[in-house]
């Protein structure tokens, strides 16, 4: 709770003596009508370092897609016949394009890779614990809708690798009965499959994403960060120092958008597979490699399930984590990382021809 | 006093622009999407009456030139015009110019990929239908993506400006911690 000193008003405007000229800076100006004194409520002075910033950081590099991807939108067309001469469009006309369509790109691998080390930081430190199994279960939720943002992007590419995956996505959806209609071309007659999953990468997706960013953050401010220190530094310290890292973060993505672009295939060709995946998801790839299109369905389910599960898992009284706990979740993380490694190297196959 | 001049001037643009432009006018096509090569049947209508225009096939990467057409006294053309092969399979818009290069009406159409033997009975031989077609492949695009010398400037102000107020940031806050 924010306390005023003497010298201010509940706005947080400076008051006066008698005898003294009011001086109202354009920064005390902001800092009343925006509230930020807010802001300045105590946290643990361990939140100013690094691995503390990693959500943050997702966050701002979340920010960094949702900007990129307002501006390349308005020269994408998710008409089939269409969608990848946008493109093209877009990395050989566009103003900036080829470098926005760049720092979109990589920004979604800086996403990936940060809320992965983020979910790894906050369960090795056990902070899904009580009271904080529902901030927990909002990051997983917030992981899973990354993937799909992840997945919906690289099919609106309409390259051969678009292509293919949207193929291998709906034969998934085959095997799931009812639950996978929505994701069938002939769901909605009226309209394509790929303008649907443009809608579902512009519209559906982010308002899912930012409602358990909310609740994320809301959590996060009422129930505190899992700290043994008392909270003695304030918040906006923490985000100066996050603010600065995500624009260097920020810088970072503008140099590779330069330095490795990213290409795009030949207009896909439906009816034959000759690509791999998008390199995030070579890991359901290598397990379909093994157990054919159904490890398409199984993986996610268990390496999700097993995440949703970890709060029923542990319920532990105390401080540690119950060693089977992050075996488990060790032995998952190396099959994730060495099934991209694995899906990476190995030969192309064939899965739904 | 000085908003006043402001004010007509603005006004005027939303006056004289419009007597100045061309009248807007309308076309229909016979169908909505049309094979490689194949033929399309355009109308038109209130556009400059005894003139001609100019009609234009624009995608998104390339534009074709359908050739000028005549307009009746009534201001109307009815003609068929054949897509140059050039025009590969994709969504294009139809434009309907002025001899002064403004547009006078536009409307989409598709153009579908052609059966072999259909480009054989548009004089095309199986070979040259066959080169057509593009094979599946895993492999990159070879892009032109030559950037002028005011994107380079853009993209070199915005990473500086993101790597300099990052130090900055963490700088200061290093200070005051």
Redo the contacts between chains.
């Keep these: 709770m924010h306390t005023h000193d003497s010298h201010e008003s509940p706005s947080g405007m400076p008051t006066t003596e008698p005898g003294d000229s009011p001086r109202v800076t354009a920064a005390d100006g902001v800092r009343s009508r925006f509230a930020v004194g807010a802001l300045e409520y105590r946290i643990p002075p361990i939140a100013n370092k690094l691995p503390y910033m990693l959500g943050g950081l997702t966050f701002i590099g979340l920010t960094v897609l949702v900007l990129t991807g307002i501006l390349l939108d308005q020269y994408y067309n998710p008409n089939p016949v269409a969608a990848h001469d946008s493109i093209v469009y877009i990395m050989t006309r566009m103003p900036l394009g080829a470098w926005l369509r760049g720092v979109h790109y990589w920004g979604a691998a800086a996403v990936l890779v940060t809320s992965l080390l983020h979910l790894i930081y906050v369960f090795w430190r056990r902070s899904y614990h009580r009271p904080r199994e529902v901030t927990w279960l909002a990051g997983v939720a917030l992981n899973v809708v990354i993937f799909a943002l992840v997945f919906t992007g690289s099919v609106l590419r309409a390259d051969q690798e678009g292509v293919e995956a949207l193929a291998h996505a709906v034969a998934g959806a085959g095997l799931t009965g009812p639950l996978g209609a929505p994701l069938t071309p002939g769901f909605t007659p009226s309209t394509s499959l790929l303008a649907r999953l443009h809608n579902a990468h512009v519209s559906l997706l982010p308002l899912a994403l930012f409602g358990l960013v909310a609740l994320h953050f809301f959590l996060i401010r009422n129930l505190g960060i899992h700290a043994s220190e008392p909270a003695t530094v304030p918040f906006t310290r923490h985000l100066r120092r996050l603010t600065g890292y995500g624009l260097l973060l920020t810088s970072l993505l503008g140099v590779l958008a330069v330095a490795l672009p990213p290409g795009i295939g030949f207009a896909g060709i439906e009816g034959v597979e000759v690509t791999k995946p998008f390199w995030p998801f070579l890991w359901i790839y290598a397990v379909e490699n093994t157990m054919g299109l159904w490890g398409m369905i199984l993986a996610p389910l268990v390496l999700f399930g097993f995440l949703f599960a970890v709060p029923l898992l542990d319920r532990r009284v105390g401080d540690r984590t119950p060693s089977w706990l992050r075996i488990v979740g060790v032995i998952l993380l190396v099959l994730y990382v060495g099934g991209i490694i694995y899906g990476a190297l190995a030969p192309q196959m064939q899965h739904i021809m | 006093m000085r908003r006043t001049p402001t004010i007509v001037f603005f006004l005027a643009l939303i006056f004289v622009a419009p007597l100045s432009a061309h009248e807007k006018g309308a076309i229909r096509l016979a169908n909505k999407s049309v094979p490689v090569g194949g033929e399309l049947v355009i109308k038109g209508d209130k556009l400059p009456k005894t003139n001609s225009v100019m009609l234009t096939l624009k995608?998104?990467?390339a534009t074709h030139s359908l050739g000028e057409v005549p307009t009746t006294a009534a201001g109307t053309f009815d003609t068929r015009v054949k897509l140059p092969v050039a025009a590969k399979?994709?969504?294009y818009v139809v434009i309907v110019e002025a001899g002064d290069g403004d547009e006078l009406a536009r409307a989409d159409v598709?153009v579908?990929e052609a059966m072999a033997h259909d480009m054989a009975a548009m004089g095309h031989t199986t070979d040259s239908a066959a080169a057509g077609q593009?094979?599946?492949?895993?492999?990159?695009?070879e892009?032109?993506?030559t950037?002028s010398g005011g994107?380079w400037g853009?993209?070199l102000l915005?990473?500086?400006l993101?790597?300099g107020?990052?130090?900055?940031?963490?700088a200061?806050?290093r200070h005051?911690?």
Excluded at chain 2, 134 to 141: C, I, L, Q, R, Y
Excluded at chain 2, 165 to 170: N, W
Aim: aromatic residues 0%.
């Design positions: 995608g998104a990467l399979p994709g969504a598709v579908t593009v094979h599946p492949t895993a492999e990159m695009m892009l032109d993506a950037r994107e853009a993209i915005i990473i500086a993101c790597a107020g990052g130090v900055a940031l963490l200061s806050a005051t911690a």
